[in-house]
């Protein structure tokens, strides 16, 4: 069973704030201890600032290997303007670097039938360890991702037996369509997620 951290909870919220300000709290625990807490007792208190000096160091990682936000910006900027072609090679490589065997599901060509479900509702198929993912790409310039495109995609999942499914989007869905794939685990993938794809 995986643990997930709780997306609300301190260490959350300070994994998403720059590093220094739990590297702080350390400091502040430190110096708090060595104040209040009784000599023989005040290494104890400042191991209280430990788990702070953790998520600290796991912030500063992550923000070490983010892409430059400048890059991300002008990596969604340069997707936009690309036609379906270009774009779908930019994710077939993406998704090829990242180790899966990625097939193109053309509905309309011959011998690329999608099998049972919703015409177009997938652009690709991902094959990694034995997992099967749909991948649907082809509305990535859509202004307003409403829920149809994603309820076409979990219902072809479903019909194929396939163990995931994601959506990809430059802009960011609609609250109900945010709703509708968390209910129905449809992975989306816009804005920041996607321009680390493309960086």
Known sequence: MKLKMAQNSLFAILLRKPWWISIAL??????????????????????????????????AWRQWQAPDPELMAQALQKAGAMSWRDFSGVIEQAFGQQGYAVTRLDAGSPGKSIGNG???????????????????????????????????????????????????SLNVPSDKAQRFARDNSVQLVYDADLAKMLV
Request: hydrophobic letters at 50%; a positive charge.
């Open 26 to 59: 350390v400091g502040v625990i430190a110096l708090a201890a060595r104040a209040l807490v009784p000599q023989p007792y005040t290494a104890f208190g400042m191991m209280g600032g430990f788990p702070f000096l953790v998520i600290g160091i796991m912030a």
């Open 118 to 168: 919703p015409a177009g509702a997938a652009d690709f198929r991902l094959e990694k360890r034995g997992q099967t993912t749909l991948l649907n790409c082809k509305r990535w310039k859509a202004a307003n991702q409403g829920v149809e495109p994603l309820r076409d995609l979990a219902a072809l999942r479903d019909a194929q037996g396939a163990d995931h499914c994601i959506f990809i």
